[in-house]
């Protein structure tokens, strides 16, 4: 039979270990939540009244709390002149900072995470694109294969671009973003304009570029029709 001083220490170790038991699950949680930046997100969207706007951010003010938001051109124009707005929401949570990023609509939020995602590609190197390209021709470009599309973007690499399309393709099928597969162009045609252009010396990657645009608009063009409107714009 234990002595009441062991009895003691028998109780006072097993509550100890009860106590340790839960840090430690405490400790996993915050670690978890700390670098898995998806796993908790605590705003869908915030409304609120504009306090503060430039290019890049906002300043939402929300029953007298001020929420910093990161945003996309595309989303800065959108607001306009509005004095009051909803912004779809994404968190980032880091070791040494919490960021809140805003998309004027849900479609934007969305392709916003299926870009980081993609190995490589993290949060500002998002934003960035979809100051960039607009929702539909970001997604027309990955449901197409434009990697020349992706890889425009300053600062966006041609591995980072292929990237990209390769991991989003299937996905972007299984979601409602607007997407429009191209017919392909007819090489033929493109090549006898790209010939007849570079001849009237214009250079050969922007005649490139510019009939690339072209064929995505009028994919049934003839080559009299590509000179003509190649011409307009280069």
Same mark, same amino acid.
């Given at each position: 039979m234990l002595s009441p001083c062991k009895s003691m220490e028998s109780?006072?170790?097993f509550y100890l270990l009860q106590i340790s038991e839960r840090f430690v699950s405490l400790l996993d949680f915050f670690v978890l939540l700390q670098f898995n930046p998806n796993c908790a997100q605590m705003y869908a969207y915030i409304t609120g009244k504009i306090a503060e706007k430039s290019p890049t951010f906002v300043v939402l003010d929300n029953q007298g709390i001020g929420y910093y938001i *990161?945003?996309? !051109? *595309?989303?800065?124009? $959108?607001? +306009? %002149? @509005? #004095? #009051?707005?909803r912004l779809f929401t994404h968190e980032q949570? !880091?070791?040494? $900072?919490? *960021? !809140?990023? +805003?998309f004027y609509s849900a479609k934007e939020r969305d392709l916003f995470e !299926?870009? &980081?995602?993609v190995s490589g590609v993290g949060c500002n190197t998002a934003? /960035? &694109?979809l100051s960039s390209l607009t929702v539909s021709e970001l997604s027309n470009a990955i449901a197409n294969d434009d990697v020349k599309t992706i890889q425009a973007v300053k600062g966006i690499g041609a591995k980072t671009a292929q990237r990209i399309v390769i991991d989003l393709k299937d996905k972007l099928k299984k979601t409602d973003l607007p997407? #429009?597969?191209? $017919?392909a162009p007819n090489n033929t045609i @493109?090549? %006898? $304009?790209?010939?007849a252009l570079t001849i009237l010396g214009f250079s050969k990657t922007a005649v490139d570029k510019a009939l690339d645009k072209l064929l995505k608009q009028m994919p049934e063009a003839t080559v009299e029709? /590509?000179? @003509? #409107?190649a011409l307009k714009i280069l």
């Open positions: 109780v006072f170790v *990161n945003i996309t !051109l *595309n989303t800065f124009t $959108a607001i +306009g %002149e @509005k #004095e #009051e707005v949570i !880091l070791e040494d $900072a919490h *960021n !809140l990023f +805003g !299926l870009l &980081i995602s934003r /960035l &694109i997407t #429009e597969i191209f $017919a @493109k090549t %006898e $304009a790209l010939s029709t /590509l000179i @003509k #409107e």
